[in-house]
C-alpha cells in the first residue's frame, strides 16, 4: 500500500506544479501585469515584486517539467533526487510563506492558482501546501515510474489518486471560487471587501505605478486616506437668504437578472434641526 502512495505522487505533484503556473501564466497575460493575483509577492519590496513573482513561475514550470522528464529509467538516480527534492523544498518553502502570509496581510489570498486564489489564506490553505510537501518528500529514493503488472494494481492506483484528489479539492477554496463564477456572483457593490485587500490590489496595480508620485507622500509612500465612495450624493446646503434647497435623490441601479438597488434621499443640512425641534 505505501508503495503504491508513493507511486502516484509523481503524476500529482506534476499537475499541480504546472497547473499552478499556466493559472499564473494565464492572469498575468490577461492583466499584463506579471505579479497580479500571487499573494506571498506581497510580503516583498515594491520593486522586487516583480523578479520574486518570474522566478516562482519559472520555478514552477522548471520542476514540473523536470519531474516528467526524471520519472522513467532516464532520469533515475541523483538527477532524480535533486528534482524531487527540489520540489518538497518549494512547498516546505510555500507552508512559510503562507503562514506569514496570513499574519501580515490577512485580506490577501494565496495566489496559487492565479486569479482564483483570492480567498484569504486560511488554514485549509496552508495544510494543503503541507500535504504537498509530504507528497514530495515520499517521492525521494522512489524508483522509476513504471506500468501496472495487473487490472487490481491499475485499480489500486485509481483510487488512490482519486482520493487524494479529493482531499486537495476539499482543501482548497479555488473550488468555491470557481464554482461562484460559474454560478451566481454577487455585485460589486454590496460586496464586503477588506481594507488590506483593497490596498494589496492597489498597490500591485499597474496605474499605481504610474501615479503613485502624484497622490502619495515623501515621508509615509501612501496617501494619508483612500476613500472610495459609490453611488455618493452631496447636498449643498442653502443659504442663510435663500430657500431652501431641494432634495437630491440617487438614482436606482439595476442589474440584469437582480433586484434593483434601493435608491435613497439625502435631506439638506438646514432641514435637519427644523426636522429635529418638530420632533
Known amino acids: 500500500m505505501l508503495s503504491a502512495i508513493r507511486e502516484v505522487q509523481i503524476p500529482l505533484l506534476t499537475v499541480m506544479l504546472l497547473g499552478g503556473c499556466g493559472a499564473k501564466a494565464f492572469r498575468a497575460l490577461r492583466t499584463r501585469e506579471i505579479r497580479a493575483g ?8 515594491l520593486r522586487l515584486r516583480c523578479p520574486v513573482a518570474m522566478g516562482m513561475c519559472a520555478t514552477e514550470l522548471g ?3 523536470a519531474l516528467l522528464l526524471t520519472a522513467g529509467r532516464a532520469g533515475a538516480g541523483l538527477p532524480a533526487t535533486l528534482v524531487r527534492a527540489g520540489t ?5 518553502i510555500a507552508v512559510g510563506a503562507l503562514v506569514e502570509l496570513r499574519e501580515r496581510r490577512p485580506g490577501a489570498g494565496c495566489g496559487c492558482f492565479g486569479e482564483l486564489s483570492v480567498t484569504p489564506v486560511g488554514v485549509r490553505t496552508i495544510a494543503r501546501a503541507a500535504l504537498l510537501a509530504t507528497a514530495a518528500l515520499a517521492t525521494i529514493g522512489q524508483p522509476p515510474l513504471r506500468m501496472a503488472v495487473s487490472a487490481s494494481e491499475a485499480e489500486l492506483w485509481i483510487g488512490l489518486l482519486t482520493a487524494e484528489l479529493l482531499l486537495l479539492a476539499a482543501l482548497s477554496p479555488e473550488i468555491g471560487e470557481a464554482m461562484i463564477r460559474l454560478g451566481y456572483s454577487e455585485p460589486c457593490e454590496v460586496r464586503l471587501i477588506s481594507v488590506e485587500r483593497t490596498l494589496a490590489a492597489l498597490g ?5 505605478r504610474r501615479y ?4 502619495t ?6 496617501c ?3 476613500v472610495v465612495r459609490c453611488r455618493t450624493t452631496w447636498a449643498t446646503p442653502a443659504s442663510a437668504s435663500a430657500t431652501p434647497a431641494p432634495r437630491t435623490a440617487t438614482p436606482t441601479t439595476s ?3 437582480r433586484a434593483p438597488i434601493a435608491s435613497g434621499t439625502v435631506a439638506p443640512r438646514s432641514s435637519i434641526p427644523a426636522a429635529n425641534a418638530a420632533a
Open 38 to 45: 500571487l499573494g506571498p509577492t506581497a510580503l516583498f519590496p
Open 63 to 65: 520542476l514540473g517539467v
Open 88 to 92: 518538497a523544498v518549494l512547498f516546505l
Open 204 to 208: 500591485g496595480s499597474a496605474q499605481w
Open 212 to 215: 503613485a508620485p502624484v497622490v
Open 217 to 222: 507622500s515623501a515621508d509615509t509612500g501612501w
Open 224 to 226: 494619508g486616506t483612500i
Open 255 to 257: 442589474v440584469a437578472g
